[in-house]
């Protein structure tokens, strides 16, 4: 059924309410969802996000039925998972004159996803605004909200904020409005945080950082009820939520360097991982005894082994200690390798191959993709050369999601 309303003046609901049991991230909402879109019917109509793929054609033509295809001019996409973006395919087709609206990062994935090599794209960034005839829209970029291309689009006139993801519920909603609900919804809000955006509360942190200063006189999601009572609250579980929090965890990071660059990244990793509420420290495996270094590894809860590559292997006495751990029980513990190398390192890869011999929690992307979602967090942690400022973000996201794991958030 398509869900289908008129929210504030000249705006519409438009979405699709899915009332199946849905697959999703290797759960099923046994409530469904919805997939909320808008149309502000202005002077230069404009879309806010779309419909699940599989709706497509639908939403299309439903959407005829109140706006001429031809006129829109702006199609604004906040995040490109096709539970939103789904739609734009069979859109775009029809609305011919639009200008595709998103972040920088969003372009590539949607010309490749939905083949619009050809149409015209707006980069929005952080602050810029569009006037659309009669109302403007105001973006702010959301980056790991959960995926990296996401923003949220506020209309100024209307106070109403469109964040796609962030504020959902998974529900199959026919009553549109929080505070038409039949049921408490905070409880399915709260899971929906947890699940989704908790991962990723530092960015949730930024985020309310951003959106304070707003006059919110509504949100409206992406996936069920649009929020128009009780809007502190509803923010606030984000806000309280999402603070950092520490852990009683400690971790060693212990590393041989031959050049001093897996040094530094020892470093940069202690230091991330305390601004996770971690106590960390590095230890040089070369200048310190053997015994010592194994009293580090049985009174840590995480362990990184890292070592510069020379001649395809580690150096100095690191592999005398890696050679120690299959012995030892590391059942409760999370590993990960680490290095900077020059070409190939391959001395990353054979720390590796020892850590998965082990009883620990051994790190790897696959882990992370399948927990997470996110292709963006790589272990084991490879830096090539000097670890310059986009791959210390690289080394950051790292640590982050140990974080999360230390605080078992994922
Ligand atoms: Fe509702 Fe990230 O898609």
């Known amino acids: 059924m398509i869900n289908k309303m008129m929210i504030a003046e000249n705006i519409y609901s438009v979405g699709k309410v899915d009332d199946r049991d849905v697959p999703f991230h290797r759960l099923t909402l046994t409530k469904g969802t919805t997939y909320n879109s808008y ?68 372009v590539e994935e949607l010309k490749e996803m939905y083949k619009l090599h050809k149409r015209n794209f707006l980069v929005v960034k952080d602050g810029d605004k569009l006037d659309i005839g009669g109302k403007t829209l105001l973006f702010l970029e959301t980056p790991y909200l959960h995926t990296e291309e996401t923003m949220i ?67 409206a999601p992406s996936h069920g009820y649009i929020l ?69 590894i049985n009174s840590s809860d995480i362990i990184l082994f890292g070592s510069s590559t020379r001649y395809g292997d580690m150096i100095g006495s690191l592999e005398d200690v890696l050679k120690e751990l299959k012995a030892m029980d590391l059942s409760n513990k999370i590993v990960a390798a680490f290095g900077s190398y020059g070409w190939s390192g391959e001395s990353i890869e054979v720390i590796q191959d020892y850590l998965v011999d082990t009883n620990a929690n051994v790190l790897e992307t696959s882990k992370v993709i399948k927990s997470t979602g996110m292709s963006d967090v790589a272990f084991p942690i490879r830096i090539r050369f000097t670890a310059k400022e986009e791959s210390l973000q690289d080394v950051e996201r790292a640590c982050e999601y140990i974080g999360n794991l230390a605080l078992n958030a994922i």
């Open 153 to 219: 689009t506020y209309c100024i006139e209307d106070k109403i904020l469109f964040p796609c993801d962030i504020f959902s519920t998974h529900i199959a909603n026919t009553e549109v409005f929080n505070d038409l609900a039949k049921e408490d919804i905070f409880e399915d809000f709260n899971v929906y945080y947890t699940l989704i955006m908790h991962p990723h509360r530092k960015h949730v942190q930024y985020m309310i950082n951003k959106i304070k200063d707003l006059d919110i006189n509504m949100i």
């Open 39 to 106: 149309l502000l019917n202005t002077e230069k109509p404009t879309i806010i996000d779309t419909v699940d793929i599989s709706f497509g054609k639908e939403f299309v033509d439903n959407l005829k039925e109140t706006v001429d295809l031809m006129k829109i001019q702006y199609i604004v996409i906040n995040h490109t998972e096709p539970d939103h973006s789904g739609g734009l395919g069979s859109l775009a087709a029809q609305a011919k004159n639009a200008t595709i609206v998103c972040t920088e990062k969003a």
């Open 228 to 296: 128009r009572t009780e809007i502190e609250k509803f923010v606030g579980v984000y806000a309280n939520l999402s603070k950092n929090t520490t852990t009683n965890k400690s971790a060693t990071v212990i590393y041989s360097t031959m050049t001093s660059n897996t040094k530094k990244l020892s470093q940069s990793i202690a230091d991330f991982l305390n601004a996770e509420g971690i106590t960390a420290v590095t230890v040089d495996v070369n200048k310190t005894p053997k015994e010592e270094v194994l009293d580090y």
